[in-house]
């Protein structure tokens, strides 16, 4: 079935150190792959995404890697600040027909950066 | 601010009650999803719809159901409530189809005792 693994599932990482949490799914229709980050009593907001058709996105500090034939997805956070403190969910979407569009999420990643 | 809103933000309910929770998409968007998160089960998506029509199924209960209004906001209806359904339910809205990007609203959180 649909199935989006995460790891780690914390994450402890001084201030100006780098960050990497990994996750990997089993539909090979996905062909959308979202990252989210979600503060304390807040929703999750989508911070960077990653299209099939591209294996590499960069946004400032935030990257995130995609290898189709491995199923595998990375987000990447360089210079961590002790703002980026938050759990981060990856997630995968196939896109059907009809425009089904649903979200297979991760477990979460809980990411401390200590000053 | 993702522009999603969601009302109540807070609900407290006994068991066997009925609730309404709504959802009001960023404007220009077609399409809304709602989620549960619970600690056990993580981010659970329940179900879509799309100018007002239900696309997608996820692992909604009987007891639950949704629609979408005219106006596009959205209501998720939860009755018989359980002490197993107590979670956080967000509302997430996208353009439409093509357009891929989510975006949640700060959610609801439901307390059944």
């Known amino acids: 079935g649909e199935n989006v693994e995460q790891h780690p599932s914390t994450l402890s990482v001084q201030e100006g150190d780098s960050a990497v949490i990994k996750c990997t799914y089993s539909?090979?229709?996905?062909?959308?792959f979202p990252w989210y980050k979600q503060e304390l009593g807040k929703g999750p907001q989508l911070i960077i995404d990653?299209?099939?058709?591209?294996g590499e996105k960069k946004d400032q500090r935030i990257a995130v890697t995609l290898n189709k034939t491995a199923k595998h997805f990375s987000l990447h956070i360089t210079e961590t600040q002790p703002e980026d403190s938050a759990v981060y969910f990856c997630?995968?979407?196939?896109?059907?027909?009809?425009?089904?569009?649903?979200?297979?999420f991760g477990a979460g990643t809980r990411l401390a950066v200590h000053p | 601010d993702s522009g999603v809103t969601q009302t109540p933000k807070h609900l407290i309910t006994a068991t066997g009650q009925r609730v309404t929770l709504r959802c009001s998409p960023r404007?220009?968007?077609?399409?809304v999803y709602w989620y549960q998160q619970s600690l056990d089960q993580g981010l659970q998506f329940l179900i879509q719809?799309?100018?007002?029509?239900?696309?997608a199924k996820g692992n909604i209960l009987e007891r639950f159901s949704a629609q979408q209004f005219p106006d596009l906001h959205s209501e998720l209806n939860l009755s018989s409530l359980e002490l197993g359904d107590s979670a956080l339910y967000f509302c997430?809205?996208?353009?439409?189809?093509?357009?891929?990007?989510?975006?949640f609203g700060p959610g609801t959180r439901l307390t059944v005792t």
């Open positions: 990653i299209r099939s058709n591209v």
């Open positions: 404007s220009g968007d077609l399409s």
């Open positions: 997430a809205s996208s353009v439409g189809t093509t357009q891929r990007e989510q975006y």
């Open positions: 719809y799309y100018n007002g029509e239900e696309r």
């Open positions: 997630a995968a979407s196939p896109l059907l027909s009809g425009g089904y569009n649903k979200l297979i």
């Open positions: 539909d090979s229709a996905s062909n959308y």
